[in-house]
């Protein structure tokens, strides 16, 4: 009997295969705190930096190696706004240019490391890891409410030992609150309430109202500072997705029946939980994230207790996304099975595909390059085998194309 | 880590029934030993376009290093069968290992097995399992004609009187389902593979004797529906487009081609992931999906599309594109 429907889809997009990340993207490599008038080392997808800061206050990001022996240039020294590599006393101005070389008096002019784009924005560092001629700033992902000062709050980078996507759907379908975060966050209501997923282009938004739902503890504290009536509450969470790895999540509680849902928060509380996810290696990634808040924005208790109680949530997910990784590593045969929840984490790999697709050269041309296999097989090789192995690439390429 | 494709040769083809072919596939880095219940898929090429078809994979382990499959020519069909009924000894095609969604439960006190037609092939892998080991085992195989069901011959010599072959078109005969039902141990399963009208008389059945759903094992008839499948015309109202989909092309596919943007994952109507709101239209829903309750099949607020159609007409839908 047939079993499965009749369409040349071949397979599901292999998404959840897929361990990539795009080249051509923003990828935030640091706090702002964290880059200063030293070397800082950091691996930013897949590629091993040293960031620091100019005299003028400038932060620059250089390839970790030196263009002579390759040790580590963060091994080395800062001096003002050159790098000296700490083997040889090779020194690098802030562009990657070799201005000294021990013992002779002339620099060898191709001497050079790559220099990384950077910008400093919303408190992040981006660092753009593909061809610097395409670094359009206008394409770092929004994260404004960082440094908003209609908003206040602070945040943190936890490294995690898994791949960015396992985070990214982490943060794309939050009825792991119920589960993984029952003391603080979590509510049975979110794993009941129904949600709305829409894409745009190079957009996702996940939309949750649970409305007149009993106030879970970190909600009820706030709700209680900013001296709201205490009772059930109308609860909104929505999540916003920038491929690669940015989340914006705009959250929080208003008394119920205050018009929360028809657009009037004024009676609640409200904060957006900002994520950018930066991949480190295939299984370990900076996660940097901050939790900003639209009230009581001068009192700098309430700044340090809803980072640190952020913290504590977000060590909940640390572990299950670690154990996550190494279970994916201890069954390589299996792949992951998609729920109803999935949807926003589904279209959010989506997008990054599509990013993958766009740039990935042997992604892209698989079928064109199968045709030209074709054309190859077709003047060389007249005989049986070759008319067999044509026909596989012509089915080959068919599918290329056809696939997702 | 999604399984990949590799190329097999056709050993033999011959007619097990009426208009159903069992075919011999014996792949090229071997047969590898497979769960009862097993499918293996194939890419063939329909109509100048690869299609990928699963097939129930026949008996408990592979014969003399081949697989088996056992393909009915369905009038209604989008093209896979026929596909497989023009195979010869000799093609080469390409094929997925198989791999099972339909697994027996190794463990239980008693078994119902309850086959419609063609869907006994899952079902005779488990036959041969539960009487190799003696199990307690009834299975319940429904036809229209006598002719047109195969493999009844080797069930009955496997479990004799337990083996109830039932063909409606000719003796007219009735299946009892009740009384098979009653009779099954209380911790017993029932496994059913067959057309929508049989799995949801059995579903029927079983919660009237008080059973707990998870107790019935269904394999997914991804190709048959309630309703005869007709052309439809569907207009999606966030992309602003109206698209056609023809009788012989799935509704995601169709949307797929004309450039709207989906997301999927089982195509069996399994996982909901490729789920569109209904927005309105004046045509029935034929749902053949296992995703939605019964009640939400009712509402038909939303359909599966990889499996799902109108019955006809034009239905308008929104797939949760915003510009």
């Not at chain 1, 949807?343 to 042997?362: C, F, P, Q, T, Y």
Request: overall charge negative; glycine content about 10%.
């Amino acid at each position: 009997m047939t079993t499965t429907s009749d369409q040349p889809l071949r397979a599901a997009p292999d998404t959840f295969a897929r361990r990539e990340w795009p080249r051509a993207a923003w990828y935030a490599a640091a706090y702002d705190v964290e880059v200063g008038a030293h070397l800082l080392p950091r691996t930013v997808a897949g590629a091993s930096l040293v960031l620091f800061r100019t005299p003028s206050g400038e932060a620059r990001a250089l390839e970790n190696a030196c263009w002579h022996r390759l040790l580590p240039l963060s091994e080395g020294k800062l001096l003002g706004d050159e790098v000296m590599c700490g083997y040889h006393g090779l020194r690098y101005d802030a562009d990657g240019r070799c201005t000294f070389m021990p013992s002779q008096k002339t620099v060898n002019p191709s001497a050079r490391v790559r220099s990384y784009p950077v910008v400093e924005r919303h408190r992040f560092v981006w660092v753009w890891t593909g061809d610097p001629a395409d670094a359009d700033p206008a394409a770092i992902p929004d994260l404004h409410w960082n440094d908003d000062p209609a908003w206040a709050g602070d945040g943190r980078l936890i490294h995690v030992e898994c791949n960015y996507k396992l985070i990214v759907d982490n943060l794309m379908d939050l009825t792991h609150e119920t589960f993984v975060h029952g003391g603080s966050i979590g509510h049975r209501s979110v794993a009941e309430s129904p949600f709305e997923v829409t894409h745009g282009k190079g957009t996702v938004t996940v939309t949750r109202w649970m409305i007149d739902v009993e106030a879970p503890p970190f909600w009820a504290r706030q709700l209680e500072w900013r001296g709201a009536p205490a009772g059930n509450v109308d609860r909104w969470q929505i999540i916003h997705f920038t491929p690669p790895g940015t989340i914006a999540i705009d959250v929080g509680v208003a008394p119920t029946g205050t018009g929360a849902p028809e657009g009037d928060r004024s009676q609640g509380v409200n904060g957006f939980v900002l994520n950018t996810m930066t991949p480190e290696s295939a299984t370990s990634t900076h996660y940097f994230w901050a939790f900003a808040r639209k009230y009581a924005l001068t009192d700098q208790r309430i700044t340090t207790l809803l980072r640190d109680g952020v913290s504590g949530v977000f060590a909940e997910d640390e572990e299950v996304l670690a154990a996550q990784q190494r279970a994916i590593d201890a069954h390589p045969e299996k792949d992951f099975y998609n729920l109803n929840i999935d949807g926003g984490a589904m279209w959010a790999r989506r997008m990054i595909d599509l990013m993958l697709a766009a740039e990935d050269d042997s992604y892209a041309a698989a079928g064109a390059q199968a045709e030209r296999d074709i054309a190859e097989h077709d003047r060389t090789d007249a005989g049986d085998g070759g008319e067999r192995e044509v026909a596989r690439a012509r089915a080959e390429a068919k599918r290329a194309r056809s696939g997702s | 880590m999604t399984s990949t494709f590799v190329g097999a040769r056709v050993r033999a083809v011959r007619a097990v029934a009426d208009e159903v072919r069992q075919v011999e596939l014996v792949p090229d880095d071997g047969a590898r030993a497979y769960p009862p219940g097993s499918h293996l898929d194939l890419a063939l090429e329909v109509d100048g376009l690869p299609v990928v078809r699963s097939y129930s994979v026949v008996g408990a382990a592979p014969e003399d290093g081949a697989y088996r499959i056992a393909v009915k020519l369905l009038p209604d069909s989008r093209g896979g069968s026929r596909r497989v009924h023009g195979l010869a000894a000799g093609d080469r095609l390409e094929l997925r290992h198989p791999t099972s969604h339909f697994e027996l439960d190794p463990r239980r006190p008693g078994y119902l097995l309850v086959a419609g037609g063609i869907g006994i092939t899952p079902l005779v892998g488990m036959a041969e399992v539960l009487a190799r080991r003696d199990a307690p085992v009834r299975l319940v195989y429904a036809g229209r004609r006598r002719a047109a069901m195969p493999f009844v011959d080797h069930l009955r010599s496997l479990l004799g009187d337990d083996a109830v072959v039932t063909a409606a078109g000719e003796d007219g005969e009735r299946l009892d389902l009740a009384a098979e039902v009653a009779a099954l141990h209380p911790d017993g399963e029932v496994y059913v593979c067959g057309p929508p009208r049989l799995t949801d008389g059995v579903r029927a059945c079983w919660a009237a004797h008080g059973r707990p759903a998870r107790r019935l094992r269904t394999e997914t008839f991804g190709t048959g529906g309630r309703h005869p499948t007709e052309p439809f015309d569907v207009e999606v109202r966030d992309h602003g487009l109206t698209v056609h989909v023809p009788r012989d092309r799935a509704l995601l596919a169709a949307l797929h081609d004309a450039g709207v943007d989906m997301v999927w994952d089982c195509l069996r109507g399994e996982c909901g992931r490729c789920t569109v709101s209904v927005l309105g239209g004046g045509t029935v829903v034929d749902h053949r999906d296992v995703f939605l309750d019964a009640t939400e099949q009712d509402e038909s607020a939303r359909l599966c599309a990889c499996v799902s159609r109108a019955v006809g007409g034009r239905l308008a839908i929104d797939t949760g594109y915003r510009a």
